[in-house]
């Protein structure tokens, strides 16, 4: 009898095999693969492009200036896998809190060089590869459906805006990044910080009756530059209602960068001078400290005369700095109404707009690397500034 209920179930085992062949291993095959392959979706980039893109991406990489800066806002940069060249260069004096918050980002492979050339052979090379290319500047470097049809990735294309004549692209920017990557509520939050900061400042600077006349030089663009280098529309300025000397007079859309002439300066005869201290890379000679110090035009300026001069934070650094605009913003807020903002330590607020933005206070490690320079008087008739931007004497 044993032998036979042997038999039978060995039977029943075979057939149930034989019903489970070729058909029933293609459906299990067809079924594993639908489960590997990945959700996806598709957004609509700020180029206007239809893009698919997996849910949720995990692999991300950032290409541009700024892109990183974003995805650091939004929390997401244990996803990165790949960075341009800026964020392995070893480099004594660097303003980008999301990279001091976030050292980790050196030591990623590399995909390509800073301001958007990517390297498609790099990206290729890439294992994990990248499941979504983010990418700032579209004019810059590599065109973002050229990356896509090289590496088989699909881009997203970002327009990085600013924080105050193209704050809508920022928030648009900010909420497709969130998009793609699932951090919507984050975004929201980031530009509501955003929101709230400009609104205390403005409430704050209202207060005052008197709104001095300010001019803002030192200004970086694509590089260090002198006194005469400013932002007619610097977003610290705005915020707080004072009056820019070099903002437009007509009601026009203030340029995004001025170089004005030293005369226009002279003329201006602003009350406050803040230096932006990108400046003391421009060398020793070239840096506004220097001019400052050896112009006679600038020397008999009201505000060098009654020791006006401020130092602040760089506002451009692999494009605009927001936390560094909003910690200057109180600084300048300070200085020009400070019963208004009486209540205010700038360098703790900085520290605080970090925190928020980039996960760590690090006010104290960007202003080391100006010379302690930030948010305190400066005077450039005792200031030497060095070729490589050290402080030879204060």
């Not at 200036?65 to 964020?87: F, K, N």
């Not at 060089?113 to 979504?132: C, K, S, T």
């Not at 909420?175 to 984050?186: A, Y």
């Not at 170089?259 to 201290?277: G, H, N, R, S």
Request: charged share 20%.
């Amino acid at each position: 009898m044993k032998k036979y209920s042997f038999l039978f179930v060995l039977l029943i085992a075979l057939g149930l095999a034989a019903c489970s062949g070729p058909e029933s291993s293609e459906q299990n095959r067809n079924t594993q693969a639908q489960q590997a392959e990945p959700e996806t979706r598709t957004v609509t980039d700020m180029m206007g492009r239809t893009v698919t893109v997996p849910v949720n991406p995990t692999r991300v990489i950032c290409s541009g200036p700024g892109c990183l800066r974003y995805l650091t806002y939004l929390q997401a940069q244990d996803r990165v896998i790949a960075v341009d060249s800026i964020e392995k260069r070893k480099t004594r004096i660097d303003a980008r809190p999301y990279a001091m918050a976030n050292p980790q980002f050196a030591k990623l492979p590399l995909f390509g060089e800073f301001r958007g050339h990517d390297n498609p052979e790099l990206i290729a090379a890439l294992d994990p590869q990248p499941q979504v290319i983010f990418k700032t500047y579209r004019g810059m470097g590599t065109d973002p459906q050229e990356l896509q049809d090289k590496t088989g990735i699909p881009v997203v294309s970002l327009d990085y805006g600013d924080l105050n004549a193209r704050r809508a692209a920022m928030n648009t920017a900010l909420n497709l990044m969130g998009e793609v990557l699932g951090k919507q509520e984050r975004a929201q939050e980031v530009i509501a910080f955003m929101d709230a900061a400009e609104e205390d400042l403005g409430k704050r600077a209202a207060q005052s009756a008197a709104h001095p006349t300010c001019y803002v030089g030192g200004i970086a663009s694509k590089g260090p530059h002198g006194f005469r280098s400013t932002e007619p529309g610097y977003p610290p300025f705005a915020f707080l209602n004072a009056h820019n000397v070099a903002a437009p007079t007509d009601g026009s859309k203030p340029s995004r960068h001025a170089d004005i002439a030293k005369e226009q300066i002279v003329q201006w005869e602003p009350d406050y001078i803040f230096v932006d201290l990108s400046t003391i890379r421009a060398g020793s000679e070239a840096n506004s400290l220097y001019e400052l110090n050896t112009d006679p035009s600038y020397k008999g300026l009201k505000a060098c005369l009654e020791k006006r001069i401020f130092g602040v934070l760089p506002y451009n650094w692999y494009t605009s700095n927001h936390g560094n605009t909003l910690a200057d913003a109180y600084f300048i807020g300070k200085t020009l109404y400070p019963d208004a903002f009486a209540d205010v330590d700038p360098a703790a607020k900085a520290d605080e707009i970090y925190s928020f933005l980039v996960g760590k206070p690090v006010f104290g490690e960007i202003n080391k690397a100006f010379g302690s320079l930030a948010f305190k008087p400066l005077d450039p008739s005792v200031l030497r500034i060095g070729d490589n931007g050290e402080i030879l004497a204060k």
